[in-house]
């Protein structure tokens, strides 16, 4: 089956630019989730979806950051204005509706912000 | 407080060694408790997980970890380590339910010498 799939891989932008995200989970799989990747740090969530309901997003910005999942499957993350700190590496993944906790993870959105 | 402590930021290891990795949690209900590899320029991908039952898990590549829950602990274990397994390694834990939002360790970085 195929994986998580997310774009563009790279994307470099000056800070106060807007940039967005895309991923396509796995066929099937309810849940999708953000992440936030910082150099040295593990994985922090920014927003979960069931379906096209935002289940968690205590942790987003939500003045810059926001996220839609319009028709439960493919999602858009958005950045706007970006902020040096934003620099990160931005992890798509799903889950099965059953959850046992096992994650499926895309190859993730490296952001550089100058 | 939910935390995951993984002591040891940076492991290197000759190729053909044994490998452990530790991992501690602080979970106030039962822990699912998950191992995750990252290889460089990817996404992470499950090693192993642990529910329920025999505190000795297998997973793949190789990998097993134990949990020992009078230690809070979820230790990655592999008897040869290859080249190949050069990659961060991430302890996550989290609880029953649909919902449920994984907490996630710094990550422990391996290198692996010829």
């Known amino acids: 089956e195929a994986g998580v799939a997310q774009s563009p891989r790279y994307k470099i932008i000056e800070k106060r630019q807007s940039v967005a995200f895309w991923c396509n989970p796995i066929?099937?799989?309810?849940?999708l989730y953000w992440y936030q990747q910082i150099l040295g740090q593990g994985p922090k969530l920014l927003i979960q979806f069931q379906n096209n309901g935002v289940v968690d997003d205590s942790q987003l910005p939500k003045d810059r950051f926001s996220a839609e999942r319009l028709k439960g499957v493919d999602s858009t993350l958005k950045i706007q204005p970006a902020k040096l700190e934003d620099s990160a590496v931005y992890l798509c993944?799903?889950?099965?509706?059953?959850?046992?906790?096992?994650?499926?993870f895309g190859e993730g959105s490296r952001l550089t912000v100058l | 407080a939910q935390s995951v402590t993984q002591p040891d930021i940076h492991i290197t290891v000759s190729e053909g060694a044994s490998l452990e990795l530790r991992c501690n949690y602080s979970?106030?209900?039962?822990?699912?408790l998950f191992w995750y590899v990252q290889s460089p320029g990817q996404g992470l991908q499950l090693l192993l997980k642990y529910f329920s039952g025999d505190t000795l898990v297998q997973g793949i590549k190789g990998f097993e970890a134990e949990f020992k829950r009078s230690q809070s602990s979820f230790n990655l274990r592999k008897p040869s380590v290859h080249w190949s397994d050069a990659a961060e390694y991430f302890c996550?834990?989290?609880?029953?339910?649909?919902?449920?939002?994984?907490?996630w360790g710094l990550g422990t970085s391996l290198a692996v010498n010829p």
């Open positions: 996550a834990v989290g609880g029953a339910g649909n919902n449920r939002k994984l907490i």
């Open positions: 993944a799903s889950s099965h509706k059953t959850n046992t906790g096992e994650l499926f």
């Open positions: 066929s099937g799989h309810a849940t």
């Open positions: 979970y106030g209900a039962t822990p699912y």
